[in-house]
């Protein structure tokens, strides 16, 4: 046999198909192959790439040493699809730590459920407001700001010292169980006052002293005395100075009852029983009748015609007391205008007997009769 092999072409080798190759001749195969084939550098994949049981992919990374980074997956018990996000950045793992950004988080996924009940944020992680400003949440209640303006729904505790540097509204009741300072004000800038109305209201004249102003002009004063002074900011005669009324006109006071029921002035020693009027001044609208008392008792009245009424209510007893300088002495002993109880006259004329200018009590028993007695001086 000769040794020598006659060289043959690859086309011409029969090669039967198997696998993936449909090739029938060496050469087919091998252009096949070499079309099928995964390179080593930069290979490209289509269709789906299956690893088999127990596969690992290893990355060896920059550096050819003993490190190296393994994809592995977890025994499945179902099948799981991981889709990797149309963008460009970093596979974040459960281990990693600072890789995550705002930009990576949609507004509104975290809820109050993913944080944690201990979790604080540092005043310096919130937006800045302007200074000495409060957070508090807004108009809606679904948001928070920061504001000048606190508005508080409940109750406001403060347990130090509080200091307004402005205008405090309250629509409410300010209830205090300790004490209140206000500045001491003056008659055109009351402490207190209503509304836009700042020159009316209540003040602090002076030490143990409180005023009240109307218009910018001091009306009233409780001095540190417990006097009350009205028009005036000085007490009357020391007797008779706890009430003290001015003013540089005409000065009075008026007591308005109901047409059928007294005004009164009362004088009493006592806070309780007959010794609360144990003298009085009183006016009935009634009967218009003036009454004055004594000893818990009524003494003098002057009736609705003027009629003085001594020891007695009744006008029938002791119906006038008069003073004239006009009545003339008749000589018959009457006294004209006469229908009086009791008169005191000083006489122009004669007594019959030729005495003038005299002055006489006269005591009368009816209207029109002659007088039954008479004194003249």
Do not use: W
Request: glycine share 12%; proline share 2%.
């Amino acid at each position: 046999m000769s040794s020598t092999v006659v060289a043959q072409v690859a086309e011409n080798v029969a090669f039967t198909a198997a696998g993936n190759i449909s090739a029938t001749n060496v050469q087919a195969a091998i252009e096949e192959l070499d079309t099928e084939k995964v390179g080593s550098a930069s290979p490209t994949f289509t269709g789906t790439v299956a690893l088999g049981e127990d596969a690992v992919m290893t990355f060896e990374g920059a550096t050819s040493n003993d490190f190296e980074t393994t994809l592995t997956v977890t025994d499945p018990t179902a099948d799981r699809t991981i889709t990797l996000p149309n963008v460009t950045g970093t596979v974040v793992t459960t281990g990693d730590t600072g890789s995550v950004t705002s930009t990576m988080i949609t507004d509104g996924t975290i809820v109050n459920a993913d944080i944690n009940a201990s979790a604080e944020i540092a005043v310096s992680k919130l937006a800045n407001g302007t200074a000495r400003q409060l957070l508090q949440t807004d108009a809606a209640g679904t948001g928070v700001e920061f504001t000048s303006n606190v508005d508080v729904p409940g109750t406001f505790d403060c347990a130090g010292a509080g200091t307004f540097d402005s205008t405090l509204t309250v629509t409410g009741v300010i209830n205090a169980d300790g004490k209140v300072k206000f500045p001491a004000g003056s008659a055109s800038a009351p402490s207190f006052y209503s509304g836009t109305d700042t020159n009316t209201g209540l003040y602090f004249s002076a030490a143990d002293e409180i005023s009240v102003a109307t218009g910018g002009t001091q009306r009233v004063v409780f001095d540190s005395a417990g006097r009350l002074l009205v028009g005036t900011t000085t007490e009357g005669e020391a007797g008779a100075d706890n009430l003290t009324i001015a003013d540089s006109g005409h000065c009075g006071i008026t007591i308005r009852s109901g047409t059928t029921h007294n005004g009164a002035i009362y004088f009493s020693d006592a806070t309780s029983g007959n010794a609360e009027f144990d003298g009085y001044i009183f006016y009935t609208q009634n009967n218009r009748a003036l009454i004055f008392g004594t000893a818990q008792a009524e003494q003098m009245r002057i009736d609705s015609s003027g009629r003085l009424c001594l020891g007695t209510t009744s006008s029938t007893v002791l119906s006038t007391f008069a003073l004239s300088s006009t009545n003339a002495y008749s000589s018959t002993g009457n006294i004209s205008n006469d229908n009086v109880g009791l008169k005191l006259l000083n006489t122009n004329g004669s007594d019959g007997t030729g005495v003038n200018n005299y002055t006489g009590i006269q005591f009368n028993v009816a209207s029109g009769a002659t007088s039954s007695g008479s004194l003249a001086m």
